[in-house]
């Protein structure tokens, strides 16, 4: 039986090499094609604030999962809602800014924002199949 600490070990061990992986091909995409665009936010914060949110989304749904809540769609929209509102509050000083290349920062936040939802997506699933 998968206990709440093995689920969560697992978990972060791919998460791990997921994120290493998404950073080394975005930063060198990144290089190659926006060499000569300036980036308002640089892209570990941003991978850093998605490792983060997508940690802590998935403990406290794996916590309540594994402490014997079956029903956890309607926990994981709130969670997934506040994650939205969370990631609009971290783009807040790039949008009321008048930074002259915003699209490129959006872009580069939104692309890996969705990678990680699917993960968050899969590894849920993942969980919620185990017996």
């Known amino acids: 039986m998968n206990t709440f600490s093995n689920t ?7 998460l791990i090499f997921i994120s290493l992986v998404l ?5 060198y995409l990144a290089h190659y094609f926006l060499h000569t665009t300036a980036l308002f936010f ?11 949110v997508t940690i802590i989304l998935f403990s406290v749904l794996n916590y309540k999962y594994k402490s014997g ?7 994981f929209m709130g969670l997934t ?4 509102i969370l990631a609009i509050l ?3 000083p790039l949008l ?3 930074f002259e ?8 936040f939104f692309i890996p924002y969705f990678l990680f939802l699917s993960f968050e997506i899969f590894s849920v699933l993942k969980i919620l199949k185990t017996p």
């Open 69 to 75: 809540q079956k029903n956890i769609f309607n926990f």
């Open 96 to 98: 009321v800014s008048d």
């Open 23 to 27: 950073f080394g091909v975005h930063s």
């Open 8 to 14: 969560q070990v697992e978990f972060i061990v791919q």
């Open 81 to 84: 809602l506040l994650k939205m």
């Open 90 to 92: 971290f783009l807040l």
């Open 42 to 52: 640089p892209l570990w914060h941003i991978y850093l604030f998605h490792f983060f």
């Open 101 to 108: 290349y915003k699209q490129a920062d959006v872009f580069n």
